[in-house]
């Protein structure tokens, strides 16, 4: 399994090092096919509709050294005293993941409980993906190098 504690923890450890005391501020980190785990979060923009995911810079991290995402889990701080919640990819992130299969794993929170999560692979948390119609695609996506 790509998502254990590690990543969960290293996304939670960025938000309290980096927003001590704020509510709602969040991180990502992503596994990579190495092993190593990636960290980053987002920069506030006066104009929302350019702010980034948490995910993108440890997504384009992982581009510059040329290495696959495995999993990938995003966390915020919660409102006062509620501590951490994992959220599910976005729309967007789950694109750009989708870049790295249809298995990269990610964090999503349990329903009854945003404490609490699972891990679930891309596939089964889009199962109607569009790209799915399309299965001679090779996956992982290997963009032509230079």
């Given at each position: 399994m790509a998502i254990d504690r590690e990543p969960v923890d290293a996304a939670i450890g960025l938000v309290r090092s980096r927003f001590?005391?704020?509510?709602?501020?969040?991180?990502?980190?992503l596994r990579l096919d190495d092993g190593s785990v990636l960290t980053s979060t987002a920069?506030?923009?006066?104009?929302?509709?350019?702010?980034l995911c948490h995910?993108?810079?440890?997504?384009?991290?992982?581009?510059?050294?040329?290495?696959?995402?495995?999993a990938s889990v995003c966390v915020t701080a919660?409102?006062?005293d509620r501590g951490h919640?994992?959220?599910?990819?976005?729309?967007?992130?789950?694109?750009?993941l989708f870049a790295y299969g249809p298995d990269v794993e990610v964090g999503v929170p349990e329903p009854?409980?945003?404490h609490r999560w699972r891990t679930m692979r891309l596939r089964d948390v889009q199962p109607h993906w569009f790209a799915r119609v399309f299965p001679d695609d090779v996956w992982p996506y290997a963009?032509?190098?230079?």
């Open positions: 001590p005391g704020q509510d709602w501020a969040g991180a990502a980190a920069p506030e923009a006066p104009n929302n509709a350019v702010r995910e993108t810079g440890a997504i384009c991290e992982a581009f510059k050294r040329g290495r696959r995402v495995v919660a409102d006062g919640w994992v959220l599910a990819p976005c729309g967007v992130c789950q694109e750009r009854q409980d945003p963009p032509d190098s230079p």
